[in-house]
């Protein structure tokens, strides 16, 4: 069974810039949450999507979206970074909303 | 708002000594609690898990009771070993309302040899 995997592992973007992240679901997963986590903290709930539909969002400014695919992969997107955006952004998958979640390895962005 | 409180690290350890991170939540109703781990350069791996009220999560030696009273989750282990230095995360999860997951600030444990 193929775990969660993410793309690209690291990043460097300067301020301003767009970047997209993307998440393969473990297989049979038809849920993905997307959460932030910066150094030395716990990761922070950005949002979640079940069945190509975003249906939980955390405090996070509109400028953070995402998709779900029909392969139920997803990807994050930023727009105009920031340099507090700087952190290690974990996709994590499960079989239901309500179910236990999966990590993945993380991408770690780097905006200077 | 909901929260979830860890005890500060680093908590360093002799190895084979007994291991209590404390948890506490703040919530609104009764949701699920995890613990996960996570080792240098890696993702979060759940560790355990309790659903409901006096459910008791336990795997790899590691247990912790989900206590109503106490809106605690306190991990423990009576053997620790050097393997087992890693981040530690005590997390809740609703299961409905937008499935939010909000994490502890973590916990590094350190086991020495």
């Known amino acids: 069974e193929t775990g969660v995997t993410q793309s690209p592992t690291h990043l460097i973007k300067t301020r301003g810039q767009q970047v997209t992240l993307r998440c393969s679901s473990q297989s049979g997963h038809n849920t993905v949450s997307w959460y932030q986590q910066a150094l030395g903290q716990g990761p922070q709930f950005i949002f979640q999507?079940?069945?190509?539909?975003?249906?939980g969002r955390g405090n996070f400014p509109p400028r953070f979206s995402g998709l779900q695919f029909p392969n139920y992969s997803s990807e994050l997107n930023v727009n105009a970074l920031e340099l507090d955006d700087s952190a290690l952004y974990l996709c994590?998958?499960?079989?239901?909303?309500?179910?236990?979640?999966?990590f993945g390895p993380g991408t770690r962005l780097l905006v200077l | 708002g909901d929260s979830v409180t860890q005890m500060e690290g680093p908590v360093t350890l002799s190895e084979e000594a007994f291991l209590t991170i404390n948890c506490t939540y703040t919530a609104t109703g009764y949701p699920s609690l995890f613990w996960y781990v996570q080792y240098p350069g890696e993702g979060l791996q759940l560790l355990l898990k309790?659903?409901?009220?006096?459910d008791k999560g336990s795997n790899k030696g590691f247990e912790a009771t989900y206590r109503k009273e106490t809106t605690s989750f306190h991990l423990e282990k009576g053997s620790v070993q050097v393997s087992d230095s890693a981040v530690y995360f005590c997390a809740l999860r609703w299961s409905s309302g937008g499935f939010k997951t909000i994490f502890g600030a973590g916990t590094r444990l350190f086991v020495k040899a």
């Open positions: 999507y079940y069945r190509e539909e975003e249906n």
């Open positions: 994590a998958s499960s079989t239901d909303s309500k179910e236990t979640q999966y």
């Open positions: 309790a659903t409901k009220a006096d």
